[in-house]
Nanobody
Framework: QVQLVESGGGLVQAGGSLRLSCAAS????????MGWFRQAPGKEREFVAA????????YYRDSVKGRFTISRDNAKNTVYLQMNSLKPEDTAVYYC????????????????WGQGTQVTVSS
């Protein structure tokens, strides 16, 4: 089993930056693809970014390309989401997830989820 805990969320002004972290316990993440999803009030959970088990491949939704960067440190069993140039529409609860498949864009690909961390961007 895998337990995931997100941290690093908070309140930031538009144009600012945050770095989210997702720490895993129970099992190493070295063999898992990792994804970040977000969910705003009244909205469905949506894909944000993903990274393959080796870190060789990354994927982003169009609206965050050039602003967000996903990375991982398997030695620390941690995945990160660097969020720059934040916009009010980025406001959501952000979740990290781990899965063994290759369909990184869909939540169905992931077996384990963190509890989420709130990101609020003010205008």
């Amino acid at each position: 089993q895998v337990q995931l805990v997100e941290s690093g969320g908070g309140l930031v002004q538009a144009g600012g930056s945050l770095r989210l972290s997702c720490a895993a316990s129970g099992r190493t993440l070295s063999s898992y693809g990792m994804g970040w999803f977000r969910q705003a009030p009244g909205k469905e959970r949506e894909f944000v970014a993903a990274i393959s088990w080796s870190g060789a491949s990354t994927y982003y939704r169009d609206s965050v390309k050039g602003r967000f960067t996903i990375s991982r440190d398997n030695a620390k069993n941690t995945v990160y989401l660097q969020m720059n140039s934040l916009k009010p529409e980025d406001t959501a609860v952000y979740y990290c997830a781990a899965g063994g498949g290759s369909y990184y864009y869909t939540a169905f690909n992931y077996d384990y989820w963190g509890q989420g961390t709130q990101v609020t961007v003010s205008s």
